[in-house]
T-cell receptor
Framework: DAGVTQSPTHLIKTRGQHVTLRCSPISGHKSVSWYQQVLGQGPQFIFQ???????GRGNFPDRFSARQFPNYSSELNVNALLLGDSALYLC???????????????FGAGTRLSVL | GENVEQHPSTLSVQEGDSAVIKCTYSDSASNYFPWYKQELGKRPQLIID?????GEKKDQRIAVTLNKTAKHFSLHITETQPEDSAVYFC????????????FGTGTRLQVTL
C-alpha cells in the first residue's frame, strides 16, 4: 500500500508569488492535516480537513488556505509568499478525527518550499 | 491552546546506553500522546503512542510513561543503536474532532559507537 504522497518534493518561489502543494492520503483515510516545519522546530498545525470540510485551523494568516477533494486528496495554497514561508510542508492523513486508533496521523515526506 | 515543551534539545549517548526524552504539556484535557522519529530528510514516523487511560506502554526497546497529574510524559530507549540516531518529537492532542496535534521542539539524539 502506498503511504501519504506529496508533490512536488521541492519548490523554489520568489516573494509575492503563489504556491499550491498537493497531498494524497493513504487509501481509506478520510482526514488530511497540514503542518509547517521550520528548520530546527517541530511541525506547526495549519489545517485539518475531514470529509471535505475544514475541522481545524492553526494560527496562520489568511494567505494560507486549503481544500479537500471528493477523493480525499488535498491542496494547500499560500498566496503572497514571504521569505518566512520557507519551510518543509508536511501532510498527514488519518482514518478519521475521532478518538482512539482512528486518529493516528501518518506523515508524507513533505514539500520543501524555498522563498527567495 | 495546548503548549508542549521538550527536553533536552540534544542528547548524545554511547551505543548500548539508555536515552530518556521528557515532555510537558499544558492542557490537562489532552489524552493522546504520540512520539515521532524523524531521520534527516525523511518523514516523521510514529514510533509509539500512549493514551491517557494508561500510565506506561512498551514496545521492544522503546517505552513511554505518562504522569497525568504532573502533565508530563517521557520516551525511554534502551540498548541504543546507531540507527536510533534521529530527531524525536513528542506531541499532545486534546479530545474532540476539531482538536489539533501540538508538537514539541524536538530532541536530536546521537548514538555514538
Amino acid at each position: 500500500d502506498a503511504g501519504v504522497t506529496q508533490s512536488p518534493t521541492h519548490l523554489i518561489k520568489t516573494r509575492g508569488q503563489h504556491v499550491t502543494l498537493r497531498c494524497s492520503p493513504i487509501s481509506g483515510h478520510k482526514s488530511v492535516s497540514w503542518y509547517q516545519q521550520v528548520l530546527g522546530q517541530g511541525p506547526q498545525f495549519i489545517f485539518q480537513y475531514y470529509e471535505k470540510e475544514e475541522r481545524g485551523r492553526g494560527n496562520f494568516p489568511d494567505r494560507f488556505s486549503a481544500r479537500q477533494f471528493p477523493n480525499y486528496s488535498s491542496e494547500l495554497n499560500v498566496n503572497a509568499l514571504l521569505l518566512g514561508d520557507s519551510a518543509l510542508y508536511l501532510c498527514a492523513s488519518s482514518l478519521s478525527t475521532s478518538g482512539g486508533p482512528k486518529n493516528i496521523q501518518y506523515f508524507g515526506a513533505g514539500t520543501r518550499l524555498s522563498v527567495l | 491552546g495546548e503548549n508542549v515543551e521538550q527536553h533536552p534539545s540534544t542528547l548524545s549517548v554511547q551505543e548500548g546506553d539508555s536515552a530518556v526524552i521528557k515532555c510537558t504539556y499544558s492542557d490537562s484535557a489532552s489524552n493522546y500522546f504520540p512520539w515521532y522519529k524523524q531521520e534527516l530528510g525523511k518523514r516523521p514516523q510514529l514510533i509509539i503512542d500512549i493514551r491517557s487511560n494508561v500510565g506506561e506502554k512498551k514496545d521492544q526497546r522503546i517505552a513511554v510513561t505518562l504522569n497525568k497529574t504532573a502533565k508530563h510524559f517521557s520516551l525511554h530507549i534502551t540498548e541504543t543503536q546507531p540507527e536510533d540516531s534521529a530527531v524525536y518529537f513528542c506531541a499532545a492532542k486534546p479530545p474532540g474532532t476539531a482538536s489539533k496535534l501540538t508538537f514539541g521542539t524536538g530532541t536530536r539524539l546521537q548514538v555514538t559507537l
